[in-house]
């Protein structure tokens, strides 16, 4: 019989994470191979043989990537033109003001994607109610596509005023372009975003168009080599908003991937704390790059309307994720003042750390993580990296005689320093918008997150941290969960005393259709599509809304969405007022539902208790400079088992570490939940 599977590939800056299911039998698998930066396509090629099934016997493989992410950090995205409405040629550069930077002195604006000698304007005009106010001027459109055929334009936004209400000068538009210029990529703001706040909406295009010749070129010779194998199944994409997307709509659409490295992560978290009965998580995923913080509140994510990049808007749907330069391949390094830093910057996938042995000489995380003893060299990465102990200590050496300490004594402030970094992003999420910490979990995953995990949630009062299996790709399961999800929206700013059931079903009857029209050519039959209503809802004269959900069967429509905004806005915002309630934009989620994998319950052991398989000295400080923490393998640990810190959790893709006074369960599904001491109670840290 031939064997088949579900396969999820993360890419990520240093290592590429694949997790394969056996629906046959249940069983899950991790691993991680090196990314390669280089060839793109070589790293995910190389994932797939790691894998049992061979690729004929691949239904499903979903994707998450940063190809697009990693384009706009390094402004190596495609040569991007911007063709706007007469008068408004600006509104791009000139953007909105941004009050958080006023009072920094050290403030300098991101390089730009593009310049004003990139904008240009076509005479024609639209209004807020849809209707016609100045005719496309045809001539002058076909003058602006010409001038950008000529200067060699990869890539082309066009976002005319209004044209969410009305897009068909838009669309008349890309047909001139396709004509005088068909070799531009052309992106069209409103089938990206069909909503107000024009500055907004035209970021969202210049985005889009900026990475979409990259994505493009990359999903087809990705698309063309897994063909070429034998692969016949269903290739999705994640989103930035959670979910997935088709290959063939990312391909269209690449904006709605730019934000979506860290969202498998986030759907895992969600499904898994469900699964185990944990509905309120901070998520931490600590990569060889950087770090992503994020929150599930009552078994939901945190979910913006809006995201952004370096101050760029990007007008969809977006999980709420708090991303810093903290991760395994991080680079210590002195400051102006003499001061030890770590990170942003990174060693990467090539060379990586200097204990990877392939050239870098710089010490990072993980060099320092080695030295100190959470990491040891017998002890491979991903059952292939053999760390090298004698290369990261000469990496730290240097920068030790600098500052007059020791080598061990570097790599333990190597650690610390990281470890405040990442507490520092988890309190950005929790205590700087008002939520209490020790109200939530901690839900740690990546290939470092084990070894920071309960430093990270002492600091701040959380009393449980849960490292779910598989740890280390964990992103990558959590793409096996996702559905498959497409958003719409119309901007119809209306008082909500005038939104009845009537006009709202009026409002939605054109997304909706839409949305099964989308779903069935996808492959979704009607029992698996599944259509969630939303509004966006604010006080009259405010700038911003909340957006409340629109029960699908109530008598008072309106009651129900103003008691619903009520109670948000109290919760978000600490007050409510009298003031005339209206909605600005109607919202559709249209989702095509997968079938999820059922994660298998491990055994019990029928007697006895866990035995380590040696001893790892640790080093805590000058005065314990080899405290004995008991060495466990995970992979042998079984449900209901019971261990005390201090202890290294060792397993194929990760590590964990506990300290003194903390206590460690395995869960049925093999999660480790870790009972957290406070620091009274840690004897030995």
């Given at each position: 019989m031939?064997?088949?599977?579900r396969?999820?590939?993360?890419?990520?800056?240093?290592?590429?994470?694949?997790?394969?299911?056996?629906?046959?039998?249940?069983?899950?698998?991790f691993?991680?191979?090196?990314?390669?930066?280089?060839?793109?396509?070589?790293?995910?090629?190389?994932?797939?043989?790691?894998?049992?099934?061979?690729?004929?016997?691949?239904?499903?493989?979903?994707?998450?990537?940063?190809?697009?992410?990693?384009?706009?950090?390094?402004?190596?995205?495609?040569?991007?033109?911007?063709?706007?409405?007469?008068?408004?040629?600006?509104?791009?550069?000139?953007?909105?003001?941004?009050?958080?930077?006023?009072?920094?002195?050290?403030?300098?604006?991101?390089?730009?994607?593009?310049?004003?000698?990139?904008?240009?304007?076509?005479?024609?005009?639209?209004?807020f109610?849809?209707?016609?106010?100045?005719?496309?001027?045809?001539?002058?459109?076909?003058?602006?596509?010409?001038?950008?055929?000529?200067?060699?334009?990869?890539?082309?936004?066009?976002?005319?005023?209004?044209?969410?209400?009305?897009?068909?000068?838009?669309?008349?538009?890309?047909?001139?372009?396709?004509?005088?210029?068909?070799?531009?990529?052309?992106?069209?703001?409103?089938?990206?975003?069909?909503?107000?706040?024009?500055?907004?909406?035209?970021?969202?295009?210049v985005?889009?168009?900026?990475?979409?010749?990259?994505?493009?070129?990359?999903?087809?010779?990705?698309?063309?080599?897994?063909?070429?194998?034998?692969?016949?199944?269903?290739?999705?994409?994640?989103?930035?908003?959670?979910?997935?997307?088709?290959?063939?709509?990312?391909?269209?659409?690449?904006?709605?991937?730019?934000?979506?490295?860290?969202?498998?992560?986030?759907?895992?978290?969600?499904?898994?704390?469900?699964?185990?009965?944990?509905?309120?998580l901070?998520t931490?995923?600590?990569?060889?790059?950087?770090?992503?913080?994020?929150?599930?509140?009552?078994?939901?994510?945190?979910?913006?309307?809006?995201?952004?990049?370096?101050?760029?808007?990007?007008?969809?749907?977006?999980?709420?994720?708090?991303?810093?330069?903290?991760?395994?391949?991080?680079i210590?390094?002195?400051?102006?003042?003499?001061?030890?830093?770590?990170?942003?910057?990174?060693?990467?996938?090539?060379?990586?750390?200097a204990?990877?042995?392939?050239?870098?000489t710089?010490?990072?995380?993980?060099?320092?993580?080695?030295?100190?003893?959470?990491?040891?060299?017998?002890?491979?990465?991903g059952?292939?990296?053999?760390?090298?102990?004698?290369?990261?200590?000469?990496?730290l050496k240097?920068?030790?005689?600098?500052?007059?300490?020791?080598?061990?004594?570097?790599?333990?402030?190597?650690?610390?320093?990281?470890?405040?970094?990442?507490?520092?992003?988890?309190?950005?999420?929790t205590?700087?918008?008002?939520?209490?910490?020790?109200?939530?979990?901690?839900?740690?995953?990546?290939?470092?997150?084990?070894?920071?995990?309960?430093?990270?949630?002492?600091?701040?009062?959380?009393?449980?941290?849960?490292?779910?299996?598989?740890q280390?790709?964990?992103?990558?399961?959590?793409?096996?969960?996702?559905?498959?999800?497409?958003?719409?929206?119309?901007?119809?700013v209306?008082?909500?005393?005038?939104?009845?059931?009537?006009?709202?079903?009026?409002?939605?009857?054109?997304m909706?259709?839409?949305?099964?029209?989308?779903?069935?050519?996808?492959?979704?039959a009607?029992?698996?599509?599944l259509?969630?209503?939303?509004?966006?809802?604010r006080?009259?004269g405010?700038?911003?809304?909340?957006?409340?959900?629109?029960?699908?069967?109530?008598?008072?429509?309106?009651?129900?969405?103003?008691?619903?905004?009520?109670?948000?806005?109290?919760?978000?915002?600490?007050?409510?007022?009298?003031?005339?309630?209206?909605?600005?934009?109607?919202?559709l989620?249209?989702?095509?539902?997968?079938?999820?994998?059922?994660?298998?319950?491990?055994?019990?052991?029928?007697?006895?208790?866990?035995?380590?398989?040696?001893?790892?000295?640790?080093?805590?400080?000058?005065?314990?400079?080899?405290?004995?923490?008991?060495?466990?393998?995970?992979?042998?640990?079984?449900?209901?088992?019971?261990?005390?810190?201090?202890?290294?959790?060792?397993?194929?893709?990760?590590?964990?570490?506990?300290?003194?006074?903390?206590?460690?369960?395995?869960?049925?599904?093999?999660?480790?939940?870790?009972?957290?001491?406070?620091?009274?109670?840690?004897?030995?840290?």
């Amino acid at each position: 019989m031939t064997t088949t599977s579900r396969v999820a590939i993360d890419v990520g800056g240093t290592f590429t994470d694949v997790v394969e299911l056996l629906p046959a039998t249940g069983e899950i698998r991790f691993d991680k191979v090196p990314t390669t930066p280089a060839q793109p396509t070589r790293g995910v090629l190389n994932a797939f043989g790691t894998i049992q099934a061979p690729l004929a016997g691949v239904t499903m493989f979903t994707h998450g990537t940063t190809l697009g992410l990693n384009a706009l950090l390094t402004r190596t995205g495609a040569r991007t033109a911007v063709v706007g409405t007469a008068g408004f040629r600006d509104v791009y550069l000139l953007g909105r003001t941004d009050r958080r930077t006023n009072y920094d002195i050290t403030y300098r604006p991101p390089p730009a994607l593009l310049e004003r000698y990139d904008t240009f304007e076509v005479p024609e005009r639209s209004l807020f109610d849809g209707s016609v106010h100045r005719p496309l001027d045809v001539d002058a459109a076909r003058a602006v596509a010409a001038t950008i055929a000529e200067r060699g334009y990869d890539s082309v936004a066009v976002a005319f005023l209004h044209s969410y209400a009305n897009p068909a000068h838009e669309l008349r538009m890309r047909e001139i372009l396709a004509e005088v210029a068909p070799g531009v990529a052309v992106t069209l703001s409103h089938e990206l975003s069909r909503e107000y706040r024009e500055y907004e909406r035209t970021s969202t295009a210049v985005l889009d168009a900026y990475v979409k010749p990259i994505v493009r070129r990359y999903l087809e010779r990705l698309e063309s080599e897994l063909r070429d194998n034998g692969f016949t199944g269903r290739f999705l994409m994640t989103r930035s908003g959670g979910g997935a997307m088709t290959a063939s709509a990312a391909r269209e659409q690449p904006v709605s991937l730019i934000l979506s490295g860290p969202a498998g992560g986030v759907i895992g978290a969600t499904a898994f704390g469900a699964l185990i009965g944990e509905p309120n998580l901070i998520t931490i995923d600590m990569g060889g790059t950087s770090l992503d913080a994020s929150l599930v509140i009552d078994g939901e994510p945190v979910l913006h309307q809006g995201a952004e990049f370096e101050q760029l808007p990007i007008n969809t749907p977006s999980l709420y994720i708090h991303t810093i330069g903290a991760g395994g391949g991080s680079i210590a390094w002195l400051d102006g003042a003499g001061a030890l830093q770590v990170g942003p910057q990174s060693a990467g996938a090539d060379p990586g750390p200097a204990s990877y042995s392939r050239g870098g000489t710089e010490p990072t995380f993980t060099d320092a993580a080695l030295a100190v003893g959470y990491l040891g060299a017998a002890t491979p990465l991903g059952g292939r990296l053999t760390l090298d102990d004698a290369l990261a200590d000469a990496a730290l050496k240097p920068l030790a005689a600098r500052l007059g300490l020791t080598p061990l004594a570097l790599a333990r402030g190597i650690v610390r320093i990281s470890t405040a970094k990442i507490t520092g992003a988890v309190r950005a999420i929790t205590v700087e918008v008002g939520r209490d910490p020790k109200d939530f979990a901690l839900l740690s995953f990546g290939g470092g997150g084990g070894l920071v995990a309960v430093d990270v949630a002492r600091e701040l009062s959380i009393p449980t941290v849960i490292v779910p299996p598989g740890q280390g790709a964990f992103s990558a399961f959590g793409m096996l969960l996702a559905d498959v999800q497409h958003d719409f929206a119309r901007t119809s700013v209306t008082p909500l005393a005038e939104l009845d059931a009537a006009r709202l079903a009026s409002g939605y009857d054109a997304m909706l259709d839409e949305a099964r029209r989308t779903l069935s050519a996808e492959g979704f039959a009607p029992d698996e599509q599944l259509l969630t209503r939303s509004v966006d809802v604010r006080y009259a004269g405010q700038e911003h809304t909340v957006t409340v959900p629109v029960p699908d069967e109530a008598q008072d429509v309106v009651g129900a969405v103003e008691r619903a905004f009520t109670e948000l806005h109290e919760r978000q915002y600490g007050h409510t007022m009298t003031d005339p309630i209206e909605a600005t934009t109607l919202r559709l989620r249209a989702t095509g539902v997968v079938a999820k994998p059922s994660l298998p319950r491990l055994k019990h052991r029928e007697s006895g208790a866990p035995a380590p398989d040696g001893i790892r000295a640790v080093y805590v400080s000058e005065e314990q400079p080899q405290v004995p923490y008991a060495l466990y393998t995970r992979e042998t640990l079984l449900a209901g088992d019971e261990l005390a810190g201090p202890a290294v959790i060792a397993e194929h893709t990760a590590t964990t570490v506990v300290h003194a006074g903390d206590r460690l369960r395995v869960g049925d599904h093999g999660e480790m939940v870790i009972a957290v001491a406070t620091e009274g109670e840690a004897t030995a840290r």
